[in-house]
């Protein structure tokens, strides 16, 4: 049952025909689609990362770009805002200037009437203070003293006008 | 009770004696083998169906061995290691296909299995004095120290023998038991030690494959 002989050469021998043919014919192709498998697994994968990276870029162009576009349509709106207000502003000044103008005016025109009307009533003062002179005097009196006397009142009469005046 | 396992239909060839049978089966799983993965290879698409998937898972599950083993030379040994393992299992698993008296398997015969043991043994040698060198590859006899020449040396005789004694037995012991079996109990009992011993076929040939594997690693090693 146990016996050893020339099998054992033969054996030998056969196993090395085998292994050359089946290298030679066997294992190169199925190395090689092994191989390439493995070399299309690795290129996919390397290519959807690829792919991905790339993607991931875009996605943060666009958000950068809605970024700047936001912050842009923000600034438009502050400084039409501001424009808006500075218009507002000058507007307004003007208007308060105009009032204040127009409140000058009238100011001087009342100044100038009431100027106007303190003469009359000197005026008018004068002449009635001249009647009642000549009444209590019941003399008549030439012109120059006349002229002597009007002048005479009315610079009294400016003496007492600041307290006239104030009245 | 007269069993058939074992016995050898012998013929004289240059005045020697040679196991005819065990060459036919020899040759028949040589055959198999070569039919099996040319079918494999025939598709060569990269998208694997059919035969060629399933050779490809085999040959990926041992490739990943080998490279873990051996290292970035395993392409020198892969060869020997894909085809010692290939016909080892179908050398196995042909001895249990019922056909009374007519296959056997191959590595049912102790010629077979030391035949493969010492292309082990060549190869460990071969690669070493291929890588290393003849100075190295001596030297490595007297490793760690000088005393351990005597078990290195007993090493070299050991691991071919035992690597061919194991083959040999579980498979010829595989074999008788299931003749015994058929002869006691004809109905179930075999069909089970059948399943049995398919996957004892597997493991035998996984085994053979990677003990070689781990010695050739010592024969591709730099340093």
Redesign the interface.
């Given at each position: 049952?146990?016996?050893?002989?020339?099998?054992?050469?033969?054996?030998?021998i056969?196993?090395?025909?085998?292994?050359a043919?089946?290298?030679k014919?066997?294992?190169k192709?199925?190395?090689?689609?092994?191989e390439?498998?493995k070399n299309?697994i690795a290129s996919d994968l390397s290519s959807a990362e690829e792919a991905r990276l790339s993607a991931e870029k875009l996605k943060a162009d666009y958000e950068a770009q809605l970024q700047k576009a936001h912050a842009e349509a923000q600034a438009t709106v502050d400084k039409a805002v501001k424009q808006a207000d500075k218009e507002a502003q000058a507007q307004l000044d003007a208007i308060r200037s105009q009032i204040a103008r127009e409140k000058e005016i009238a100011q001087a025109e009342i100044a100038n009437e009431r100027e106007a009307a303190i003469r009359e009533m000197r005026n008018e003062v004068v002449t009635l203070s001249m009647a009642v002179a000549e009444k209590l005097l019941k003399k008549n009196m030439d012109t120059d003293m006349n002229q002597k006397l009007v002048a005479e009142c009315l610079k009294q009469f400016d003496g007492q006008q600041p307290a006239g005046k104030k009245s | 009770m007269e069993l058939h396992t074992g016995h050898h239909l012998i013929y004289q060839l240059f005045g020697m004696n040679v196991n005819m049978d065990t060459l036919y089966m020899t040759w028949l799983t040589a055959a198999i083998v070569i039919i099996i993965t040319l079918a494999a290879t025939r598709g060569r698409s990269l998208v694997p169906s059919g035969i060629q998937n399933a050779v490809e898972i085999v040959v990926e599950a041992l490739l990943a061995q080998f490279k873990e083993t051996l290292g970035p030379k395993w392409g020198q040994v892969v060869s020997v290691l894909l085809t010692m393992f290939l016909f080892i299992l179908v050398g196995n698993e042909l001895g249990l296909l019922p056909s009374p008296h007519i296959l056997t398997s191959p590595t049912n015969d102790l010629n077979t299995t030391l035949g493969l043991a010492l292309v082990s043994s060549f190869m460990v040698h071969f690669v070493a004095l291929r890588n290393q060198g003849l100075k190295k590859h001596i030297k490595h006899y007297f490793q760690p120290f000088a005393v351990f020449f005597v078990i290195n040396l007993l090493e070299e005789f050991t691991k071919p023998i035992t690597l061919a004694f194991r083959l040999f037995g579980n498979i010829l012991a595989g074999e008788i038991l299931m003749e015994v079996l058929y002869k006691l109990v004809p109905v179930g009992v075999p069909i089970i030690w059948l399943i049995f011993s398919l996957v004892i076929g597997l493991i035998q040939a996984f085994i053979f494959t990677i003990l070689t594997t781990s010695y050739l690693a010592d024969s591709l090693r730099e340093e």
């Amino acid at each position: 049952m146990v016996d050893i002989n020339f099998t054992l050469v033969i054996q030998f021998i056969n196993f090395f025909v085998l292994v050359a043919i089946l290298a030679k014919f066997a294992y190169k192709p199925i190395l090689k689609v092994l191989e390439d498998r493995k070399n299309k697994i690795a290129s996919d994968l390397s290519s959807a990362e690829e792919a991905r990276l790339s993607a991931e870029k875009l996605k943060a162009d666009y958000e950068a770009q809605l970024q700047k576009a936001h912050a842009e349509a923000q600034a438009t709106v502050d400084k039409a805002v501001k424009q808006a207000d500075k218009e507002a502003q000058a507007q307004l000044d003007a208007i308060r200037s105009q009032i204040a103008r127009e409140k000058e005016i009238a100011q001087a025109e009342i100044a100038n009437e009431r100027e106007a009307a303190i003469r009359e009533m000197r005026n008018e003062v004068v002449t009635l203070s001249m009647a009642v002179a000549e009444k209590l005097l019941k003399k008549n009196m030439d012109t120059d003293m006349n002229q002597k006397l009007v002048a005479e009142c009315l610079k009294q009469f400016d003496g007492q006008q600041p307290a006239g005046k104030k009245s | 009770m007269e069993l058939h396992t074992g016995h050898h239909l012998i013929y004289q060839l240059f005045g020697m004696n040679v196991n005819m049978d065990t060459l036919y089966m020899t040759w028949l799983t040589a055959a198999i083998v070569i039919i099996i993965t040319l079918a494999a290879t025939r598709g060569r698409s990269l998208v694997p169906s059919g035969i060629q998937n399933a050779v490809e898972i085999v040959v990926e599950a041992l490739l990943a061995q080998f490279k873990e083993t051996l290292g970035p030379k395993w392409g020198q040994v892969v060869s020997v290691l894909l085809t010692m393992f290939l016909f080892i299992l179908v050398g196995n698993e042909l001895g249990l296909l019922p056909s009374p008296h007519i296959l056997t398997s191959p590595t049912n015969d102790l010629n077979t299995t030391l035949g493969l043991a010492l292309v082990s043994s060549f190869m460990v040698h071969f690669v070493a004095l291929r890588n290393q060198g003849l100075k190295k590859h001596i030297k490595h006899y007297f490793q760690p120290f000088a005393v351990f020449f005597v078990i290195n040396l007993l090493e070299e005789f050991t691991k071919p023998i035992t690597l061919a004694f194991r083959l040999f037995g579980n498979i010829l012991a595989g074999e008788i038991l299931m003749e015994v079996l058929y002869k006691l109990v004809p109905v179930g009992v075999p069909i089970i030690w059948l399943i049995f011993s398919l996957v004892i076929g597997l493991i035998q040939a996984f085994i053979f494959t990677i003990l070689t594997t781990s010695y050739l690693a010592d024969s591709l090693r730099e340093e």
